[in-house]
C-alpha cells in the first residue's frame, strides 16, 4: 500500500449498506494479506487474512478479494454498522516473513 | 488468546527526559516483537525488530541510540525514548509474534507526549 500522507481517504456509508474498501501494493513478491481495523486511540486489531494462493476468503460479514495481476486487495463489510466506524489498514508480508508492511488506511465512517 | 499488553498507556513528560514503554505477551511466548510509531492520520511506520536475547535490527532513519529496545524474555520487550523531544511525541505501538505461528498481535499502544 501507498502512505497518504496527512489526510486518510474516507469512506462514509449509510448503516445496513455494504462497504467496500480498497488497498494497492507493489510488491509481487508479497504473499500473505491481512486487513486490520484500528479504533481511535487503540490498536490494530485483526479481521481478516488471505493467502496468495487465494483469491478470496469469507468471515463473518467480511470478504477480502485479492487480485494479483494487478496488485490489489478489497475489504467488503456486509449490512455496515455504527461500530464498524474505525480506520482500517491492509498490511502485507513478503515471502514467509514475518515483517509486515502497512498500506495508508481508510477511515469508514458509518452514519445511522 | 494471544493478549498483548502496553504500560504506560499514556504518558507526558517534559522535554530532554527519558520515557520507558513496555509490551507484554499474557498468555503466550514471543521471540519477536515489533516496535511502531504511528503520528496523527497516518499509518503505522516500523521503527525495529526485537529478538529475544539478541540485538533489536532498526529500519532506516530509526535512531538505535535514542530509541534503547532491550527484549530480555520471551514475554516482555521494552522501548526506551531517550532524551525526548516534542518531536518524538507520538503514538508507539508494539506487537508480537507467537512461536511458531508468525501471526502478530498488537498491543494497545501508547500515546508519548512531550512537553
Known amino acids: 500500500g501507498e502512505s497518504v500522507g496527512l489526510h486518510l481517504p474516507t469512506l462514509s456509508v449509510q448503516e445496513g449498506d455494504n462497504s467496500i474498501i480498497n488497498c494497492a501494493y507493489s510488491?509481487?513478491?508479497?504473499?500473505?494479506f491481512i486487513w486490520y481495523k484500528q479504533e481511535s486511540g487503540k490498536g490494530p486489531q485483526f479481521i481478516i487474512d488471505?493467502?496468495?494462493?487465494?483469491d478470496k476468503r469469507q468471515g463473518q460479514r467480511v470478504t477480502v478479494l485479492l487480485n494479483k495481476t494487478v496488485k490489489h486487495l478489497s475489504l467488503q463489510i456486509a449490512a455496515t454498522q455504527p461500530g464498524d466506524s474505525a480506520v482500517y489498514f491492509c498490511?502485507?508480508?513478503?515471502?514467509?516473513?514475518?515483517?509486515?508492511?502497512f498500506g495508508g488506511g481508510t477511515r469508514l465512517m458509518v452514519k445511522p | 488468546g494471544a493478549v498483548v499488553s502496553q504500560h504506560p498507556s499514556r504518558v507526558i513528560c517534559k522535554s530532554g527526559t527519558s520515557v520507558k514503554i513496555e509490551c507484554r505477551s499474557l498468555?503466550?511466548?514471543?521471540?519477536?516483537m515489533f516496535w511502531y510509531r504511528q503520528f496523527p492520520k497516518q499509518s503505522l511506520m516500523l521503527m525495529a525488530t526485537?529478538?529475544?536475547?539478541?540485538?533489536?535490527?532498526?529500519e532506516q532513519g530509526v535512531e538505535k541510540d535514542k530509541f534503547l529496545i532491550n527484549h530480555a524474555s520471551l514475554t516482555l520487550s521494552t522501548l526506551t525514548v531517550t532524551s525526548a523531544h516534542p518531536e518524538d511525541s507520538s503514538f508507539y505501538i508494539c506487537?508480537?509474534?507467537?512461536?511458531?505461528?508468525?501471526?502478530?498481535?498488537f498491543g494497545p499502544g501508547t500515546r508519548l507526549t512531550v512537553t
Open positions: 510488491n509481487s513478491a508479497s504473499d500473505y
Open positions: 506487537s508480537a509474534v507467537r512461536s511458531g505461528l508468525g501471526t502478530q498481535y
Open positions: 498468555d503466550f511466548q514471543a521471540t519477536t
Open positions: 498490511a502485507e508480508i513478503v515471502n514467509a516473513g514475518n515483517m509486515l508492511t
Open positions: 488471505i493467502r496468495s494462493n487465494m
Open positions: 526485537s529478538n529475544e536475547g539478541s540485538k533489536a535490527t532498526y
